[in-house]
């Protein structure tokens, strides 16, 4: 059976394609569920693709990832990363690897956006790439 992948998504990203498209892009979340799914098809790899607009799902998701013996967790927590210590301890707390994706670049914009609560518990970041990033981040995780 094919080794899973979570794709973890926080607040307000169940609104994307609609939802300031000059920062974060016309794709929905939809649309990038389709591409991962296809790439993930090709890497040997499935995905299990989440959202919600609140902390504790995404914390007992960190959780289900490993008990699912997850090979890795896509993160994009959106605001909540800028601000969430219970996302910090959750994924300090389990052995899976975490990497944190957003679409936009945090560092380029304001600077309530430059700390993260998640960049300092993950393996590592991919920011910037819009939707783009959420494959790289899943080759990231294929190779790893
Ligand atoms: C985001 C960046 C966050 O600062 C913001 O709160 C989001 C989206 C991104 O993907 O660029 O909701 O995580």
Do not use: C
């Amino acid at each position: 059976m094919a080794e899973i992948v979570y794709v973890l998504n926080g607040p307000n990203l169940n609104l994307l394609g609609l939802r300031e498209p000059e920062i974060y892009g016309t794709d929905t979340l939809d649309d990038i569920a389709g591409r991962l799914e296809d790439r993930a098809r090709t890497l040997g790899l499935s995905i299990e693709m989440r959202q919600s607009n609140h902390e504790g799902h995404l914390v007992d998701w960190l959780h289900e990832a490993q008990s699912e013996s997850a090979r890795a967790v896509l993160l994009n927590a959106g605001a909540l990363t800028h601000t969430s210590l219970a996302l910090y301890d959750a994924i300090r707390s389990i052995r899976t690897p975490v990497i944190e994706v957003h679409l936009s670049n945090p560092h380029a914009r304001e600077a309530y956006r430059h700390k993260s609560f998640v960049a300092m518990a993950a393996k590592g970041t991919i920011a910037g790439f819009g939707a783009l990033g959420y494959e790289l981040a899943l080759d990231a995780a294929a190779r790893m």
